[in-house]
């Protein structure tokens, strides 16, 4: 099992950046997919899901409005697209995959997101 995400960097304040999270090893349209953030000092917090049948999504309050989770099946990857970025967004962002019926759950090594001017 692999999930391997890419596209972080360093933004300033206002802009933009599409992480990209790409799966393999198990069936990715069965998972519930998320994106996770960890900032130095602070606890490891969800950012926002989708659901693997349906694609339903849902937002942490500081991710709704700017931030928006999608998924291609086809190609095993999920996606996060950020606008608006502020500096409070500075943070190791993860991509989780998860199956209750299954009863597993895997995680990403991480990308660094900053931002600042």
């Known amino acids: 099992v692999q999930l391997v995400e890419s596209g972080g960097g360093l933004v300033q304040p206002g802009g933009s950046l599409r992480l990209s999270c790409a799966a393999s090893?198990?069936?990715?349209?069965?998972?519930?997919m998320s994106w996770h953030r960890h900032a130095p000092g602070n606890v490891r917090e969800l950012v926002a899901t989708?659901?693997?049948?349906?694609?339903?999504?849902n937002y942490a309050d500081a991710a709704l409005g700017r931030f928006t989770i999608s998924r291609d099946n086809a190609k095993n990857t999920v996606y996060l697209q950020m606008n608006s970025l502020k500096p409070e967004d500075t943070a190791v962002y993860y991509c989780k995959a998860h199956s209750s019926w299954y009863g597993a759950d895997y995680w990403g090594q991480g990308t660094q997101v900053t931002v600042s001017s």
């Open positions: 989708i659901t693997g049948p349906g694609g339903v999504t």
């Open positions: 090893g198990f069936t990715f349209s069965e998972y519930d």
